[in-house]
Nanobody, 121 residues
């Protein structure tokens, strides 16, 4: 079955950086778009970034555009989220997801278990 495993979360000071990784297995990675979402305590899950099958198209939420970069390595079945200039409001559990198209909605058919990112002020 399809599995997504995120890693790279942790505790970082405001202004710092982290790179999240998500390794996919169970189907042809390069045939599907990938997305990153996050959920902060007490809030709904929100879109962060998405990338098309071969990486030619990317979309970002307004809150992370210019600070975060999504990329993928189809040879390694891995999608990345480079997060720079992190702020306390970026604190959340970050989830990767895979689906047919690079959408900002949650129309993805498989999700990872999430990785915690905590940004200290």
């Amino acid at each position: 079955q399809v599995q997504l495993v995120e890693s790279g979360g942790g505790l970082v000071q405001a202004g710092g950086s982290l790179r999240l990784s998500c390794v996919a297995s169970g189907r042809t990675f390069s045939s599907y778009a990938m997305g990153w979402f996050r959920q902060a305590p007490g809030k709904e899950r929100e879109f962060v970034a998405t990338i098309s099958r071969i990486g030619g198209t990317t979309y970002y939420s307004r809150s992370v555009k210019g600070r975060f970069t999504i990329s993928r390595d189809n040879a390694k079945n891995t999608v990345y989220l480079q997060m720079n200039s992190l702020q306390p409001e970026d604190t959340a559990v970050y989830y990767c997801a895979t689906g047919l198209r690079p959408t900002t909605s949650d129309e993805y058919d498989y999700w990872g278990q999430g990785t915690q990112v905590t940004v200290a002020s």
